[in-house]
C-alpha cells in the first residue's frame, strides 16, 4: 500500500471523529503504532541477518534481528509492511490514537488484526524460530561467518539449489526461500526497494557474470516454485 493510499483510508476512519495531524505528527504516530506491533509480535517479513541495509530495533538472538520500520517520506513510498493484517492494524492504531469517541472501536479492529496475522502464522509443529523461518519462506540464504568477514557469506546449498532451478533439471523442495526469489526477481525487474539492499546486489554481482537472460529464468522459477 502507498502512503497516499494509507492517509486517504486514515481520513476515511478518522473524518467524523477526528482531524488529520499534520505531516510530521503522523508519521511520528505511524512510527510509534508500528514499532508497538514490532515488539509485541514476531513479524517475518521484518526479521533479518544482514545489518548493512538495515537498522535493527532489536535483536532475536545472535544471528537474527528484527529491522525497523521505514517511515515513509513521499506519497509514493509503500508502506512498510506487505501483509493486509498488519496493514490494517497499523491504520487501526493511527485511528485510535487520532480519533476522539471512537477510541475502542479501533482497538478492537487493531486487536482482531494482529489476531488474524498470529493465526494466519501459528503452527504448533514450529517450535522454535528457525523452524518457522524455514517453513514460511523467509529463512535467510546466507550465514553470518565473522571469522571471514563482519557481514555473511552465501549458503552453498542455496546457491546449489539456485543453480537446479535455473538448470530447469527438477524443482527443490528441500528449501523454502520463496519470499527471497520474489525479492530478487523484483530486484532484476529494477524495484527501487529491492536495489537498495546489498544482499539482493552481492548476490546479482555473483551470478550474474554467469548467467545470461536471469530474469526471465528467475520469473519461471518463481511460477515453477508457487505452482
Known amino acids: 500500500m502507498r502512503y497516499d493510499e494509507f492517509k486517504n483510508r486514515l481520513d476515511y476512519l478518522v473524518k467524523r471523529d477526528g482531524n488529520m495531524p499534520t505531516s510530521d505528527v503522523l508519521q511520528a504516530i505511524i512510527n510509534d503504532k508500528a514499532s508497538y506491533i514490532l515488539n509485541t509480535h514476531l513479524i517475518f517479513s521484518h526479521i533479518e541477518i544482514d545489518k548493512r541495509g538495515f537498522t535493527p530495533l ?5 544471528y537474527y534481528f528484527v529491522r525497523k520500520f521505514e517511515i515513509p517520506t513521499s ?12 496493514l ?9 490514537e487520532i480519533s476522539i469517541s471512537e477510541k475502542e472501536s479501533f482497538k478492537i ?5 494482529l ?3 498470529e493465526m494466519a502464522i501459528n503452527d504448533p509443529m514450529l517450535d522454535t524460530l528457525e523452524k518457522a523461518l524455514y517453513h514460511r519462506g523467509y529463512a535467510k540464504p546466507y550465514r553470518p561467518n565473522f571469522a571471514i568477514n563482519p557481514y555473511y557469506e552465501w549458503d552453498e546449498i542455496f546457491l546449489n539449489s539456485l543453480d537446479t532451478w535455473m538448470s530447469d533439471t527438477a524443482k527443490y523442495r528441500g528449501l523454502s526461500y520463496e519470499k527471497f526469489i520474489d525479492l530478487f526477481v523484483k530486484y532484476q525487474n529494477g524495484d527501487e ?15 550474474m557474470p554467469n548467467r545470461k537472460n536471469l530474469k526471465t529464468v528467475l520469473e519461471n522459477v518463481k511460477g ?3 505452482a
Do not use: G, Q, W
Open 58 to 62: 532489536y535483536f532475536i538472538d545472535e
Open 75 to 86: 506519497d509514493e513510498s509503500v508502506i512498510d509492511f506487505d501483509d493486509f493484517n498488519l
Open 88 to 96: 490494517n492494524a497499523l491504520l487501526n492504531l493511527c485511528a485510535f
Open 109 to 113: 479492529a487493531a486487536n482482531k488484526s
Open 115 to 117: 489476531m488474524n496475522y
Open 193 to 207: 526497494i529491492a536495489l537498495a539492499r546489498e544482499d539482493l546486489r552481492d548476490l546479482a554481482t555473483r551470478i
Open 224 to 226: 515453477m516454485y508457487n
